[in-house]
């Protein structure tokens, strides 16, 4: 059974950091792409970042690029968010997701619709 499971949210004051995982069980994410998205409140989920196990190649949203960044640690099967200089717009609840990947398919993977397995979310809450 696949499990992801996030951590690492929490109120921060604006300007601040903060870095998320998710552990992942029951994948090995060296087969895997995986993601994180977001979702505030009343609006739609949104991509923020992605990383491809094969290579560890990433691509992120421009409304996060040079100050979110993704990674991984295959040893551990966990992946992070590395996220600073945040801005009460990144309130939001944070997911990390996970698909098989198709090493001839060189697409990035940034709608939700793409990743079959998902954790259960983590907030973060970045007040002014």
């Known amino acids: 059974q696949v499990r992801l499971v996030e951590s690492g949210g929490g109120l921060v004051q604006a300007g601040g950091s903060l870095r998320l995982s998710c552990a992942a069980s029951g994948l090995a994410f060296s087969r895997y792409t995986a993601g994180w998205f977001r979702q505030a409140a009343g609006k ?3 991509f923020i970042a992605t990383i491809r196990w ?10 996060v690029k ?4 993704i990674s991984r640690d295959n040893d551990k ?4 968010l590395q996220m600073n200089s945040l801005k009460p717009d990144d309130t939001a609840v ?3 997701a996970a698909r098989p990947q198709d090493p001839f398919d060189n ?18 809450t970045v007040s002014s």
């Open 107 to 124: 697409r990035w993977y940034v709608r939700q619709n793409e990743y079959p397995y998902w954790g259960q979310g983590t907030q973060v």
């Open 54 to 63: 094969i290579g560890g190649s990433t691509n992120a949203a421009d409304s």
């Open 66 to 69: 040079g100050r979110f960044t």
């Open 44 to 46: 739609d989920r949104e």
């Open 94 to 96: 944070y997911y990390c």
């Open 77 to 80: 099967n966990t992946m992070y």
